[in-house]
């Protein structure tokens, strides 16, 4: 682990909580409030919220794992972009179609939340390349 990489780590962590809690908090709050009897109440959920860090944690040590292991000699915004596309089809398109099979949720939620998740792993995965850009001209 090197510099790059620990601060890229910390952004990623710090862009994600806080983009989940502007997607899951507050954008779908009302969506998931229809659905007391599926959710947890938010009493037990705040309970767990350390649950929530780790989870946070190891996402975003992995996305920028992933990432450093895979940059190019391209640029940083092409990269991005195609990085968040893949790992938004690669973990929140299929994670929501299956909880959809598996958990009576309605279609118009599970839309919501794989356009807005998607559109947020898009952005981590422009601030992880950007983090990642060289810092000499090539």
Known sequence: MN????????AIFIAWMAGNFVVHGLLLHDDYAKL???MRPDAEA???FPLMLLAHVTLAAAFVWIYARG????????????FGVAVALLTVVPTYLIYYVIQPMPGLLVIKQIVLDGILIVILGLI???????TTPT
């Open 71 to 82: 940059v190019e000699a391209k640029p940083w915004l092409q990269q991005g972009l195609r």
């Open 3 to 10: 510099k790059k990489f620990l601060i890229a780590w910390g």
């Open 46 to 48: 705040q309970h767990l």
């Open 36 to 38: 007391a009897g599926l």
């Open 128 to 134: 992880a390349a950007y983090l990642h850009r060289p």
